[in-house]
Each structure stands twice: as structure tokens, then as C-alpha cells.
């Protein structure tokens, strides 16, 4: 038999390998990354790297590239969160339903986001390409005056990058507020019917507080992801054309390709810091606002 000693110390043991990995692959480089944010650390001085305090922090806030790459992060996050939060509602809404058809369907939308943003990219990078497939239909359909490189021109590059991000995400969102509205129990929705109220007013009264807790999630996840994005802008704009498109994430690595270590390692900081905060806040202020079921 076990005594009532040893079965106190089950959970602890559970939580090592995940202290150990957590230990491993974010404590200790984000530990070495404040540290060198520090330091003139840079391909020059890879083993000898010396103290210079805020100089970087310093260097990166009066960086105009630095700048606009926090601005175009915030507007990726905003615009794909607001996207695929929307697409998802309105996809749960139209499947929620079980039915073959329905199944099929909700498979069809999520396979985008089961595929790698390397994927994605390349193929949307032939599609909009200045002699890709949209192109080529809008010429085809006498509109060859709206033709544009899309991922390559001004104005046209980050909205491209937006909505492709929003296509992609709004099958894993669909999922969420599936399970958030089949989680609603009928007996609110029979009363309503029997008070008379129209599906309108059932979906304000009933369905958007009672969904609360699944926008909770998938507006943290959806933010968090979002301010993080690198892989799917590098494939298809490479942060261009000239700085348009891009990221606190593409900015990181081209300061790194570029050899100012500590430079990077102050953006990625930076970076850090507004993922924690942004999440933690907007966390908080929905957890508040969620409904008991």
C-alpha cells in the first residue's frame, strides 16, 4: 500500500518534464535574449559581448523601420482577429446543426489551417501574382484595369495578407463556437418560443452572452497568434514591398540576418512583452464579462 506521503508527491512528479521542457525551450533563451539585449552582442562579438545597458532598446525605438513594424503587428492582429472571428461565428451559426452534409462542410473549412502557412503561401503566391489565377479571371472577365500585383504593391500587400490569414484561421474558430453553442442549453431557447420571441432576439439575448466564454478564447488565441506571425508574411512578402507588410517577427530575423544580435534580441523582447500584456489584458476583460451557464 502506498502511504499518504507518497501519494502527495504524484503531482509533482507530473509537473517535471514539463518544467524541464519549459525550463529548456522558453525560460533559458528567453533569459539569454534579455541578457544580450543588454550587450553590443553582434556577429563581431559572438563570445565577448559588452554591457552597453538601454543602448539597444534605445537604438530599436528610434528606429522608423522598428516603428512601423509595432504599427503593422497591431493592424495584422486587430484586422485577422476581428476576420476570423466573424467568419467563424457566422460559419458555427450556418453548421451548428449535425447532418452529413454539415460534417463535410466543417471539414472542407477547417483543412486550410491543418496545412502549413508554407503551403498556404506558396499557393497564394501564384494566385496573386501579377500574372497568377486572379489576375488572370479579372482580365478574362474584362476587368484587367483592377489587375494588380497584389502581394507586391502598396496598399494591396498587408489587405492581401489579411484576408489570407482570415481564410485560413476561421475553420479552427468555427470549432470553438460550434462547441460553445452546443454547450447552451435548448431549455433557454424553448422558453424564448414560448414568450414569443423572434431568432433575432434569441441569438442577442441568449446565444452572444452565453458564447462569451468561446470568444474568450479564441480572441486570446487569435492575438496572441497573431502578433506572433512570421512564417505566412515571409512566404509571401518577405515584409515587403519596401516596409508595408512589415512585422515586429520579420524584423527580428532580418536585424538577426543582418548580425545585430543584441538588436534582435531587444526587438524579440519588445515583442514578448506587448504578447504578455495584450493577451493577459484582454484576457482579464473578457473573463469579466462571461455568463454563468
Request: hydrophobic share 55%; aromatic share 16%; charged share 10%.
Amino acid at each position: 500500500m502506498h502511504s499518504k506521503s507518497d501519494k502527495k508527491r504524484y503531482p509533482i512528479y507530473f509537473v517535471i518534464p514539463a518544467f524541464i521542457f519549459y525550463s529548456i525551450f522558453i525560460i533559458l533563451p528567453f533569459g539569454i535574449s534579455f541578457i544580450m539585449s543588454f550587450t553590443d552582442w553582434n556577429i563581431e562579438r559572438m563570445y565577448i559581448p559588452i554591457f552597453r545597458g538601454f543602448d539597444n532598446y534605445i537604438a530599436i525605438f528610434r528606429n522608423s523601420v522598428f516603428i512601423r513594424s509595432i504599427f503593422n503587428t497591431l493592424l495584422f492582429a486587430v484586422a485577422t482577429t476581428i476576420l476570423k472571428t466573424l467568419f467563424g461565428l457566422l460559419l458555427a451559426l450556418a453548421l451548428v446543426k449535425v447532418s452529413r452534409l454539415n460534417n463535410i462542410l466543417r471539414t472542407i473549412y477547417y483543412i486550410p489551417c491543418a496545412l502549413s502557412p508554407m503551403i498556404i503561401g506558396v499557393i497564394f503566391t501564384s494566385i496573386l501574382a501579377n500574372d497568377g489565377l486572379l489576375n488572370n479571371v479579372l482580365s478574362t472577365l474584362g476587368f484587367s484595369a483592377v489587375a494588380v500585383n497584389w502581394l507586391a504593391s502598396y496598399g494591396t500587400a498587408m489587405s492581401s495578407v489579411i484576408l489570407i490569414e482570415g481564410w485560413m484561421w476561421s475553420g479552427f474558430n468555427m470549432f470553438i463556437f460550434i462547441a460553445g453553442i452546443q454547450a447552451i442549453s435548448k431549455d433557454y431557447y424553448e422558453s424564448a418560443d414560448i414568450e414569443g420571441a423572434p431568432a433575432w432576439a434569441q441569438f442577442k439575448s441568449i446565444t452572444m452572452p452565453l458564447l462569451i466564454p468561446s470568444f474568450t478564447i479564441i480572441i486570446t488565441l487569435n492575438i496572441t497568434g497573431s502578433l506572433k506571425v512570421f512564417d505566412l508574411i515571409y512566404v509571401l512578402t518577405k515584409g515587403g514591398p519596401g516596409f508595408d507588410t512589415q512585422v515586429l517577427s520579420t524584423f527580428v530575423y532580418k536585424a538577426f540576418g543582418l548580425g545585430l544580435l543584441g538588436q534582435s534580441s531587444a526587438a524579440s523582447i519588445v515583442l514578448s512583452a506587448l504578447v504578455v500584456c495584450i493577451s493577459f489584458v484582454l484576457n482579464r476583460y473578457l473573463t469579466k464579462r462571461e455568463v454563468e451557464l
